[in-house]
């Protein structure tokens, strides 16, 4: 019985779950992943602030402004 490995579609699939809880925290709810070939960009459906991801084997990353700030439609209803 063999077991599943941790490959590199897994690995970048929780990079994506990982990004996404991330800026869930922050208030975004994001909008559908658009994937490219080793990177995905999401854009918060009420403030339009932006994560990506990049499935590099050597150094995978996130970066983004919606992992930076807490989103600007949140602040509004707060206020």
Do not use: N
């Not at 779950?17 to 459906?45: K, N, T």
């Not at 990506?52 to 990353?61: D, K, N, Q, T």
């Amino acid at each position: 019985m063999s077991t599943p490995g941790f490959t590199r579609t897994t690995q970048f699939e929780a990079l994506r779950r990982i990004a996404a809880f991330s800026a869930a925290l922050r208030g975004h709810e994001l909008a559908a992943w658009r994937e490219g070939a080793d990177s995905a960009v999401a854009i918060c459906l009420s403030c339009g602030l932006t994560l990506a991801v990049y499935g590099s084997l050597i150094e995978p990353a996130m970066e983004g402004s919606a992992l930076e700030a807490h989103c600007g439609a949140e602040r509004s209803k707060a206020a």
